[in-house]
């Protein structure tokens, strides 16, 4: 079985999981079947780049940020008053709907 790229169609390398042996996208951190947490997943550039997300979350104060007032929008406001996710600006308490 070949994996390709859904969008442009490149073909991916591929390797087989340890745990359950299925097909997987080479440099994948976890088996999509299985779960499985793959040892060696990533190459030096891209350890550090999840290192520095999870920094970056570890940062967050989840306690102090204000949901977007459209009540049926999963994003967050942002320092310039509009929600990150569909950009209206923050109103307020979220809407009933």
């Given amino acids: 079985m070949t994996l390709e790229c859904p969008h442009c169609g490149e073909e991916l390398g591929e390797k087989a ?3 359950c042996q299925r097909s997987l996208p080479e440099g994948s951190r976890y088996c999509c079947w299985c779960g499985e ?3 060696g997943g990533l190459d030096d550039s891209a350890e550090q780049a999840v290192g520095a997300l999870e920094d970056d979350q570890d940062s967050i104060d989840f306690a102090s940020r204000k949901l977007c007032s459209d009540g049926t929008c999963i ?4 320092p ?3 929600c990150k996710e569909c950009g209206k600006p923050y109103t307020g308490e979220p809407e009933e709907g």
């Fill in 75 to 78: 994003g967050v406001i942002g």
């Fill in 80 to 82: 310039d008053g509009l």
């Fill in 17 to 19: 999981c340890p745990a």
């Fill in 37 to 39: 947490e793959l040892v």
